[in-house]
């Protein structure tokens, strides 16, 4: 009756047929708030739902809709299953590395390589003091299948200074540097730079995404170029006998690259 009486109230040509149903049984309540947080929207709503439960009628009692709702939902289900895709994951790029590289250690020397970066940036964020969104948690799973290709180029071509020419662990190095030290540099430059487009978008989830990808791929040039080679002088100890020094192999490849 309320409602019948408010919409006989208003002016001629206006009516509440967004507002109200049909039968007049149910109405339209929006609330308006500030710009919450996940976290604190799934909060509210459960406030609310417990408020009606214990306050109104079963018949009177709803459930909150809207974009707000509707992002916290879809936030809380990714970072659930992030539980199980990270994990599945970080497991599957070593055993893939295992694989092509032949060694076992080097497939769990690539794990504090490819995840520190990640580690770094998410608290650096936080530090910061920006917010996190649902759009974050898929950042692992995307930087991840990415920085590793670094890590692979490094690593190949030390163990190709190692197993075929039977260079020191310095030497490989060095060989490593001189081999991709360059394109280490110029990938990373190229996705920093296009993942820092996203920055610039109106979305707060792109622009977010966008930011903290640049970072953690700025962070992995320096794991691929200094914390890598750091664990291999560490862990790699064994002795071999180099055929041809360092300058040797550099030399004959050049040669060969000329005449090819």
């Keep these: 009756q309320y409602l019948l009486l408010y919409e ?10 967004s507002e109200i149903n049909v039968d007049k049984s149910a109405t339209l309540f929006s609330v308006t ?20 439960q214990s306050n109104l009628p079963e018949y009177m009692r709803t459930d909150a809709v809207g974009l707000p709702v509707l992002f916290a939902d879809i936030s809380r289900t990714m970072i659930d299953s992030m539980w199980i895709s990270v994990p599945m994951t970080v497991i599957l790029v070593m055993l893939a590395i295992m694989i092509s590289l032949r060694s076992v250690v080097f497939g769990l020397l690539s794990l ?17 003091g920006w917010t996190m969104n649902f759009s974050m948690s898929s950042i692992v799973s995307i930087t991840v299948g990415i920085i590793v290709d670094n890590c692979i180029h490094f690593m190949s071509k030390y163990l190709r200074a190692r197993r075929r020419y039977g260079l020191s662990v310095e030497d490989a190095i060095r060989y490593a540097y001189s081999h991709c ?9 190229v996705l920093a730079t296009g993942f820092g487009v996203l920055a610039l978008s109106p979305m707060v989830f792109s622009d977010n995404l966008g930011m903290l990808s640049a970072i953690i791929m700025t962070l992995a040039l320096g794991s691929n170029l200094l914390l890598l080679p750091a664990l291999l002088l560490y862990l790699d100890r064994r002795e071999r006998v180099a055929e ?15 005449e090819s």
């Design 8 to 17: 006989m109230s208003l002016p001629q040509g206006i009516d509440l047929n």
């Design 33 to 52: 708030t500030a710009n919450l947080s996940s976290e604190k929207m799934t909060r509210l709503r459960d406030n609310a739902r417990e408020w009606m």
């Design 112 to 128: 504090p390589t490819n995840m520190i970066p990640i580690i770094v940036g998410f608290g650096s964020w936080a530090m910061i």
């Design 181 to 189: 030290g360059k394109a280490l540099w110029a990938v990373a430059v």
């Design 244 to 258: 041809k020094t360092l300058e040797e192999i550099q030399r004959e490849e050049r040669i060969l690259a000329v």
